[in-house]
C-alpha cells in the first residue's frame, strides 16, 4: 500500500480488490461500477506496477481492446506493413540487451532473417537488440 488509500464505501458498485492492511483491509481499493453501456474501474491508491498492468489488461480485455502486441514483453515493439506483393509483414523489434521470447500472434508465414516457416502461436526468439520480420504466406 503506498501513503494514499482512500476509504471506498460501496453502493451500486463491485469490490474488485481490497487492502491487505489491518485497519482499510474493510474497504475495497479497487472497484468497478456499470452505467449504461459503459464500465469505470476506480482505484482508491497507487497500485504497483505488476497490478497496475493486470488491472489496465482487464479493462483492456473488457473493451476489447487487448490485442496481441499488448501482450509484448516490455522490450520489443511490433510494427506492421504491406510488402510489395500485397502480403502482411510484422517487424519485432528487441529494444534490450537480452534475448526476448515473443508468441507469434499473426497469418503463419517466414521470418525473413532466419529463412524459416512460423506459424500462429509459435515461440519466435529475438536476439539481444535483434530484429525479426515475418512476412505471411497469403495475402
Known amino acids: 500500500m503506498s501513503d494514499w488509500a482512500e476509504m471506498l464505501v460501496l453502493d451500486q458498485a463491485k469490490a474488485l480488490a481490497y487492502y491487505d492492511h489491518p485497519f482499510f483491509g474493510k474497504y475495497p481499493a479497487i472497484t468497478e461500477n456499470y452505467f449504461g453501456k459503459g464500465t469505470v474501474t476506480y482505484e482508491g491508491s497507487v497500485l504497483s506496477d505488476r497490478l497496475q498492468e493486470k488491472v489496465l489488461e482487464r479493462v483492456l480485455e473488457q473493451a476489447q481492446l487487448m490485442g496481441p502486441d499488448q501482450k509484448l514483453p516490455a522490450a520489443v515493439r511490433v510494427k506492421h506493413g504491406e510488402g510489395r506483393a500485397g502480403k502482411a509483414i510484422h517487424y519485432y523489434f528487441n ?24 506459424k500462429k502461436g509459435e515461440a519466435l526468439s529475438l536476439e539481444a537488440w535483434g530484429v525479426a520480420i515475418v512476412e505471411e504466406d497469403r495475402q
Open 95 to 118: 529494444f534490450s540487451a537480452g534475448p526476448q521470447q515473443v508468441v507469434y500472434a499473426h497469418g503463419a508465414g517466414r521470418e525473413l532473417v532466419s529463412d524459416h516457416q512460423i
